[in-house]
T-cell receptor, first 119, second 117 residues
Framework: DTGVSQDPRHKITKRGQNVTFRCDPI?????LYWYRQTLGQGPEFLTY????????KSRLLSDRFSAERPKGSFSTLEIQRTEQGDSAMYLC?????????????????FGPGTRLTVL | AQKVTQAQTEISVVEKEDVTLDCVYE???????LFWYKQPPSGELVFLIR??????QNEISGRYSWNFQKSTSSFNFTITASQVVDSAVYFC??????????????FGSGTRLQVQP
């Protein structure tokens, strides 16, 4: 089984530009999560999908951020009009929702992240 | 609101020493899960363990062991006979969304462990 993959691994952009990141989850995982991690901090939740439905969004996800998972497989995270404060590591995770109540807190497996630097 | 506190920002030990990483959590829910992840210098978070709130049995996996105590809201992680390869940032995380449908993990700020040869 291949793990979660993310592309690109690094992105440098100028303030005001739009950027898009891609995440490919572990095959057959039906849940996909996006987190943001700044230096010296733990990851902070942004949003998550179950299949193609976006079920939860954090207050951190401003109007400039949009995420999609059109066919319930890979996902994209777009940031429009980037700001210097958007500089961070963007992490994607995937998991499998089990059919038993005991599985409600699925284990999330993380990708290597995309490091964004906004100049 | 849920919260995870890892008070130790950085720990430095010499190889073969035992080390314990502390994790204290806050939640109003009675049903929740706790996790530990390792983040080596490469950056990818590696899952180590998941524990539910109804199972307070300590767990041992090789050189790793976990001590879960609901009475003190703690879920501490001990590495026995540490090795240089254990050098990483370790995160404790909480998932407590059974009633609300919330599935996000709430992470602590991490503890950086440096194991010197």
């Amino acid at each position: 089984d291949t793990g979660v993959s993310q592309d690109p691994r690094h992105k440098i952009t100028k303030r005001g530009q739009n950027v898009t990141f891609r995440c490919d989850p572990i095959s057959e995982h039906n849940r996909l999560y996006w987190y943001r991690q700044t230096l010296g901090q733990g990851p902070e939740f942004l949003t998550y999908f179950q299949n193609e439905a976006q079920l939860e969004k954090s207050r951190l996800l401003s109007d400039r951020f949009s995420a999609e998972r059109p066919k319930g497989s890979f996902s994209t995270l777009e940031i429009q009009r980037t700001e210097q404060g958007d500089s961070a590591m963007y992490l994607c995770a995937s998991s499998y929702l089990g059919s038993f109540l005991a599985d409600w807190a699925d284990t999330q497996y993380f990708g290597p992240g995309t490091r964004l630097t906004v100049l | 609101a849920q919260k995870v506190t890892q008070a130790q920002t950085e720990i430095s030990v010499v190889e073969k020493e035992d080390v314990t990483l502390d994790c204290v959590y806050e939640t109003r829910d009675t049903t929740y899960y706790l996790f530990w992840y390792k983040q080596p210098p490469s950056g990818e978070l590696v899952f180590l363990i998941r524990r539910n709130s109804f199972d307070e049995q300590n767990e041992i996996s090789g050189r790793y062991s976990w001590n879960f105590q609901k009475s003190t809201s703690s879920f501490n992680f001990t590495i026995t006979a540490s090795q240089v390869v254990d050098s990483a940032v370790y995160f404790c995380a909480l998932s407590d969304g059974l009633d609300t449908g919330r599935r996000a993990l709430t992470f602590g700020s991490g503890t950086r462990l440096q194991v010197q040869p």
